[in-house]
């Protein structure tokens, strides 16, 4: 098999040229190569694709230096011309567009126009069953579909609507309210749509639980955290906002609701076996409530002023609290139910805030937006540094103007605060990047990964320790390995996985333990920065990733879709931590990802793939996807493989006159199975970084990016001398 690849290797170079940039004149019509060597594929495919055929003729080099120069010309446009940031919308789906019609609605303040627009991308998203999905190409959930329709009677439109008839009757077709989850039952009880006793109970008194206590607030994830925390005063004060019956959702379940046995229904139902965890825990929920009936006044009375205080501290700065909008709109909620008015500025600030979330869109070829929705919040220091990391890969000299002001603009963004992470990291200082423009109490390992990969390139012979931006990112981002030798995303060892059990956690997304994607991003870091696997932190991670390894070869991917994604970022960092490529169990990696190429050249994977592993890899090819499973193949050191060449021409051939890609699929990760991201950038610059590596690679052997890390191996052993 291995000498049959070769032969095909060799045998289409005279259609895709690797050893140099200049062209080889053009000798006749060629076909590009049928056969796909895959294990799943056995049968051979031809492809008709008349693209296909046209890229052939333009000379594979040529079209490649065309594509890299269309997507260099668009990025380089994109940058924010003052600042010197990109940022790309960050697409999720139609529940937070829903929630924002309910929020307006519960403080008084709609804005006829804003519904209006709102209510367009409602009817405009719904699937032809009646409901609405929670990814692009998903199928009707019950949770999005059940905001939909609230959201849409609120904004005055009929019950008697056809497209309400065929909401309903799907909502009904999957058990009605009772099946939705707790954050959509929650929403409902506030415009006293659902029964309060069929949420899990939440004390404010779980505020005071001491943090050496197993179950305290930040013993759960920083996303979950800033959602609790407002939640608990919302639980103890119940606000309501009251609306006309014709307004309410009666219709929705399957029984009058008055008549629900909420002891049988998610998520306080309990399950069949007499001894299990969620048994114990719908236990411990009842004694919650016997508390809640009686409560001591005076703890009450200091846990509520104690919530209060956290969540007014944590709303400073200008990004809201936690910088996400579930959080940001649960502050709202908390500050009425405290008794501030619509008009205190608090609530002000918070609504812009949102407010800055809005993203207009068009409905056909109208001059003026027509729809609206919200966007979860904003990505500019991850845009910004991954396009930093592609723009180098591309070839721009390392002081070229856009570099330096993308530099000094992710240098103005770097933490400076004591945040949430010093409680299980308390060794660590202040020093990493967030996500949003502005998050102070919430870095991230990700993103500081990520931007110190970028700075380093950019310097790579003044990393022996001048550099105090990036020594004091790259210290943080150490200090927050865990005990199991990973990463995870905003607090070190972040994994009693228990509480994922409460009635509460019915998304299973409380906590935030290592994953494989975050440390294989660590590895690049450490890697970039010149060293190699002597530092005392790689073992452990190794020993971490031989671990979360899938029987298949493949990584899970926690924040991107999924295995595809998990297994590029792996393959990444092990090799810029200098590891052997061509070992068993990485080459295991490479025979699943080959496995996983679509018969058109492209790779794809839909987010079924959390529900069901068997799907992993699996799904309409696209950009994002296709350039993941690309570089992590080039990092293994396949560059001559067919799978590659068919690849990049997957990419070249689907590229747009624009210089970009499209791509309609969620490949983000909020919380699997629960909620995704579509990432606009994520199709425009990964395909440039993909193209650049494989270009430099048959050209000089190697990617800009290894070529940038010797220089700061050497640097680094320099400064060892002196």
Known sequence: MKLLKQFLVRLSGNIFETLTPKLIPYRGKQKPPPLKL??????PDVSHDPTLQRTANLGHMSALESALQKGEDWLLGMQDPERGFWVQELEADTTLTSEYVMLRRFLDMVDPERERKATRYLLHTQLEDGGWPIFSGGPSEISASVKAYFALKLAGVSSDEPVMQRARDLILGKGGVVQANVFTKITLALFEQYDWRGIPCMPPEIFLAPRWFYFNLYAVSYWSRVVIIPLLIVFAHRPVCAISKEQGIDELFLQPRQEVDYANVPPLHRDSTILSWRNFFVWVDGLLRLYEAYPIKALRKKALKSAQAWVIEHMDGEGGLG??????????YALRALGYSTDHPLVQKALREIEDLEVYSNWGNTPTPTMLHLQPCHSPVWDTALIINTLIERGLALDHSSLRRADAWLRSRQCQKVGDWAVSAPEARSGGWAFQFENEWYP???????????????HPVELSGSDEAIQRGFRWALALQSSDGGWGAYDKDNNKLIFNKIPFADHQ???????????????????????????????????FLRKEQEPNGSWYGRWGVNYIYGTWCVLSGLRAIGIDMTVPWIQQAVIWLESAQNPDGGWGETCDSYADPQKAGRGESGASQTAWALMALLQAGESDSI???????????????????????????????????????????FPIWALSMYRNVKVTGEARADHLRKAAQVARHISKLV
């Not at 910088?323 to 709109?329: F, L, N, R, S, T």
């Not at 210089?659 to 629960?674: K, S, Y």
């Not at 991201?677 to 199709?683: A, D, E, I, P, V």
């Open 323 to 332: 910088a996400i909008y579930p959080a940001m709109a649960y502050s709202i």
């Open 38 to 43: 895959v294990s799943h594929n056995l049968h």
């Open 444 to 458: 991230d390992v990700d993103d500081t990964a990520a931007v110190i990969t970028g700075l380093a390139k950019i």
């Open 509 to 543: 997304a409380l906590l935030d333990p290592s994953t494989a994607d975050l440390t294989g991003r660590c590895l690049e870091m450490l890697g970039t920065l010149g060293y190699d696997q002597s530092h005392p932190a790689v073992n452990p991670a190794i020993e």
């Open 643 to 685: 799978s590659v060449v068919r690849g990049v021409n997957w990419l070249i051939r689907h590229q747009r006159e624009n210089g970009v890609w499209e791509e309609p699929f969620h490949t983000g990760t909020g919380f699997p199975r629960v909620f995704y991201l579509r990432y606009h950038g994520y199709f425009k610059y």
